[in-house]
């Protein structure tokens, strides 16, 4: 019997929005601001621009092979099933683990904001601890009560930061934008580069492809539609901030500077409203990329390229991938800093989104692509993962090291686990 499609194209629409404007805007712009200081707007372009080049190859690549595997099909079809395909499947579930991590803190630190400076610390980690262990929980016996109230949350968020634009962007000073306040060009790169994980939500869209009406023509215009808008958003919400609030106050109040940046024109009531907007964006964030990994771990098991416990299902949910997925959260998001964590998520999102974009050029016959837009978009994404590691490498070289163990241990996993298991790779299609 053949699957009703229940999607419509702002259906599709929404969810690449939601999934963009979660937690990362809210997270990261403190450390944009402080690479790029008044050229954060060019900077949020920047990134913007290289999302909007691989949801070409996202659009193409979902209408051609629409599947819940989104991602993890896609390297399959346009790499093959080997080594560098499953290390790169893995490092895809690892980023959303890093992803997670980021919105947890983010959640911990704004939620901070509400107790006294000197216990902002403690809290931090007591929030930041809860959120996981909650939505674990909530995951683990009905995810959906929480999935009812994504709809309604996704439009608060952004109907709170729409109205933090229209009111603030009266006491913008425009003067704070003009090229001599802007940082030297690569680290306002790298400034993009850092925020690049705030945009890297477009992709939850491709897991949907095979419930969206009439895909050919909505899939392409809800991947373009979305990321154009939130470009837009963006651009705004940067600009509203840089032109409210010097960039010392900003990067002293990096891990909540939104709210921050609101109390110039909206005083405390503003700063509470940015703040309470946080709270429940970074909880749905990290409600739908809980999922989101789970299922990860779940269909690249499928795929035979992990082991296949993460395969099963308790009560028609991949519980075993939801727990390892939150214990991993929970370490990350408390052993390590705000900047470490942002680093790792966009280097890793933008590694898998290269390869996205090859496998696309690679396909691209049997995709009706233009080879030249998706070669394009591999070439943009590693010159972009480039500077962020050679400005990483000048401004806080543990980093690399990070982002570089996390590689490792992506295809660690894939070559010891191909050696020891017999479990053959297949694709969807």
């Known amino acids: 019997m053949e699957n009703k499609k229940t999607i419509g194209l702002w259906s599709a629409v929404s969810i690449g929005i939601g999934g963009m404007v979660g937690g990362g805007i809210f997270a990261v712009l403190g450390l944009a601001v402080n690479l790029s200081h008044g050229g954060a707007p060019l900077a949020f372009i920047i990134a913007g621009l290289v999302a909007l080049i691989t949801a070409y190859s996202y659009a193409k690549l ?52 509400f107790f006294p400076e000197t216990e902002q610390t403690f809290w931090r980690h007591i929030l930041t601890s ?21 709809e309604a949350i996704v439009a608060i968020k952004i109907s709170i930061l729409v109205i933090f634009v229209v009111i603030g962007f009266w006491s913008v000073q425009f003067e704070k934008f003009e090229p001599s306040t802007w940082s030297a060009p ?20 491709s897991n949907t492809a095979g419930d969206v009406k009439d895909p050919k023509k909505n899939l392409p215009r809800a991947f373009y539609v979305s990321v154009l ?54 909880s749905s964030a990290i409600n739908a990329t809980l999922y989101g990994a789970s299922r990860i771990s779940y269909i690249i098991a499928k795929t035979g390229e992990l082991p296949s416990h993460l395969e099963r299902k308790i009560w028609n949910r991949p519980i075993e991938g939801l727990i390892i997925t939150s214990i991993l959260t929970l370490i990350i998001a408390n052993f390590f800093d705000l900047a470490s964590i942002a680093i790792m998520g966009s280097a890793g999102f933008l590694l898998i989104f290269a390869a996205v974009n090859f496998a696309n050029f690679r396909l691209s016959k049997k995709t009706s692509s233009k080879k030249l837009i998706s070669f394009t978009g591999c070439i943009g994404c590693l010159v972009a993962l ?32 191909r050696k020891i298991s017999n479990r053959r790779h297949k694709r969807y299609f």
Not at 64 to 88: D, M
Not at 398 to 408: A, G, L
């Open 386 to 417: 480039g500077v962020l590691v050679w400005e990483s490498k000048i401004t806080s070289p543990e980093n690399i090291w990070i982002f570089i163990s996390m590689i490792v241990v992506a295809f660690a996993i894939e070559i010891v686990y």
């Open 229 to 282: 808008f939130v470009i837009g958003l963006y651009v705004m919400v940067s600009m509203v901030t840089v032109g409210n609030l010097p960039v010392e106050r900003i990067v002293e109040s990096r891990d909540f500077a939104l709210a921050e940046s609101a109390k110039p024109f909206l005083g405390h009531v503003g700063f509470v409203a940015i703040a309470v907007a946080a709270l429940l964006s970074t």
């Open 186 to 205: 690569l680290s306002l790169m790298a400034g993009g580069m850092i925020i690049f994980l705030a945009y890297e939500g477009f992709e939850l869209i």
């Open 130 to 150: 809860s959120v996981i262990i909650s939505f674990t929980l909530l995951n683990f016996l009905s995810a959906k009560v929480v999935g009812k109230s994504e």
């Open 62 to 113: 979902s209408v051609t092979f629409p599947s819940s595997g989104g991602t993890v099909e896609f390297l399959n079809q346009g790499l093959g099933t080997g080594i560098i395909t499953g290390g790169l499947n893995i490092l895809l579930w690892i980023s959303y683990v890093v992803m997670l991590s980021l919105y947890s803190y983010a959640f911990g630190s704004y939620g901070a904001t």
